[in-house]
């Protein structure tokens, strides 16, 4: 573990706790951990934070996972082909990260984010409000295969703004309620994280230490906010998305232009 001021960690821990909190209600974890990963560790450690980052996530990910299972079950039907699509893609993705360049596709994701920000502003899930969270409608098991090993190689090679992009296709391709889409979301996340760190830890590109200290305060934010999220519903996980994603929208748009 490298040599970490205690001012420099206690604001890691407390990054972990506030993305643990961010992902388990809407995505946009990763906004808040992995660049605080990226400022506090030397650069010639960047790869190591993405494997800390992903050690820190899956922490949060599955109590946040296992929390909503109990209220909100994702439907199996989706879920469990996309998380095989999207384990098998994270660890593509992960296994080209150190050759990709992710500037290339900022400007790309940025256009992204807004079309969807937009779309979900102007046209608030109309189709989707007269599901019950227990209702699910129908499709083909090749559309949550192809969303998942598409979103999941996302994750692997770039990660921030995985959780906002799959909830919103949770819920403007497959129809479901935000809160069973939220729900969802995070079983996905578990295996790609998953597949992630196997990559990163064969290549040792894990801080186990600080990961898993992270990961403590990341499951901890995780179970608040699946609570909150059950407790009150699909209008307050909407909320928290769209204000997550302007946030990766600003963030990335200083990145890129500023």
């Known amino acids: 573990m490298p040599d970490l001021d205690i001012s420099v960690l206690i604001l890691l821990l407390l990054a972990a706790l506030a993305a643990g909190w961010l992902d388990a209600v809407g995505g946009g974890g990763g906004l808040i951990q992995l660049p605080s990963l990226l400022l506090a560790l030397p650069q010639s450690l960047t790869v190591s934070a993405l494997g800390t980052n992903k050690l820190s996530s899956i922490i949060g990910t599955t109590a946040a996972a296992a929390t909503y299972a109990r209220a909100v079950p994702p439907p199996r039907q989706i879920v469990r082909p996309m998380m095989v699509a999207a384990f098998v893609g994270s660890g593509a993705g992960s296994l080209v990260a150190s050759r990709l360049n992710p500037e290339v596709f900022r400007p790309i994701i940025f256009f992204m984010l807004v079309a969807m920000w937009l779309f979900m502003v102007i046209n608030p899930t109309a189709k989707v409000r007269g599901l019950e969270d227990h209702e699910v409608p129908q499709h083909s098991v090749l559309l949550p295969i192809t969303v998942g090993a598409s979103l999941g190689f996302y994750d ?7 959780g906002a992009f799959l909830l ?5 391709i497959f129809g479901l309620s935000f809160l069973r889409s939220s729900a969802t979301a995070k079983f996905v996340n578990v295996a790609t994280n998953f597949a992630s760190i196997l990559v990163f830890a064969a290549a040792g590109h894990v801080i186990w230490i600080l990961g898993l200290a992270m990961g403590g305060f990341n499951l901890l934010g995780g179970v608040v906010g699946s609570r909150m999220a059950i407790r009150f519903g699909s209008g307050f996980v909407r909320g928290v998305l769209l204000t997550a994603v302007a946030m990766l929208i600003v963030r990335l748009g200083f990145s890129i232009w500023g």
Request: net charge neutral; no cysteine; hydrophobic share 50%.
């Open 168 to 172: 919103l296709s949770l819920v403007n």
């Open 156 to 162: 692997g090679a770039i990660g921030p703004g995985f």
